[in-house]
């Protein structure tokens, strides 16, 4: 079954717009991962947030993580158009199961 | 570059055949993972190992089966493949067993096309 899933499944915004998307999950974890897919590539990793962090930011990126409701949320502030791509959250323990993913389409 | 590297990048065989994959984790990355994405599917875990044994199966199918060899590199073996089989498979590799939240790093996956 899924661990994480992301939500939504689609989503299109102009360029310098915030993008936001969100991830939850089943069971208790260990951390969660964030990554980014450009069509048919590979998944590059983004960002890990541990089960006892509640937010962690990496330049344009924020994430957060709320345990108590089993869900994380990734922010992309001032999007760009090579932002555009699906992402992925990543959630588990030892290993990491993912949902399908959110189709983000930045329009310049 | 994410360090895993992955051969072959395409792969097109028929049905019934088998086909092998393989996965040179990062330097020095004892967990190996292997995953299947497809376009109904989504990105499906199907089995770790670590240091050569294995740590934890997912949704992988009887007819696929792995290993992790002593140099660390993985393969994974497709077979008596099915249409259904076709998807992009994912190698990614971590430095630990994943229990205290190493980042899992993807290599660029190996187009399999069934026909």
């Known amino acids: 079954s899924q661990q994480g899933e992301e939500d939504p499944q689609a989503l299109s915004i102009q360029e310098g717009e915030n993008a936001t998307m969100n991830c939850s999950y089943k069971?208790?974890?260990?951390?969660l991962q964030w990554y980014r897919q450009n069509s048919g590539r590979g998944l590059v990793h983004l960002i890990l947030i541990r089960s006892n962090e509640r937010e962690k930011h990496s330049g344009r990126l924020r994430v957060t993580l709320d345990t108590s409701k089993k869900s994380s949320s990734l922010l992309i502030t001032a999007s760009r158009a090579a932002d555009t791509a699906s992402y992925f959250c990543g959630a588990g323990s030892y290993q990491l199961t993912f949902g399908k993913g959110t189709k983000l389409s930045v329009i310049p | 570059d994410s360090g895993v590297t992955q051969t072959p990048k395409h792969l097109i065989t028929a049905t019934g055949q088998r086909v092998t994959l393989r996965c040179s984790p990062r330097s020095g990355d004892l967990s190996v993972y292997w995953y299947q994405q497809s376009l109904d599917q989504g990105l499906q875990f199907l089995i770790q190992?670590?240091?050569?044994?294995?740590?934890a199966k997912g949704n992988i199918l009887e007819r696929f089966s792995a290993q992790q060899f002593p140099d660390l590199h993985s393969e994974l073996n497709l077979s008596s493949l099915e249409l259904g089989d076709s998807a992009l498979y994912f190698c990614?590799?971590?430095?630990?067993?994943?229990?205290?939240?190493?980042?899992?790093?993807f290599g660029e996956g190996s187009w399999l096309t069934v026909v």
């Open positions: 069971t208790s974890i260990n951390n």
């Open positions: 990614a590799s971590s430095d630990g067993q994943g229990s205290t939240g190493n980042t899992i790093y």
């Open positions: 190992y670590y240091n050569g044994e294995e740590r």
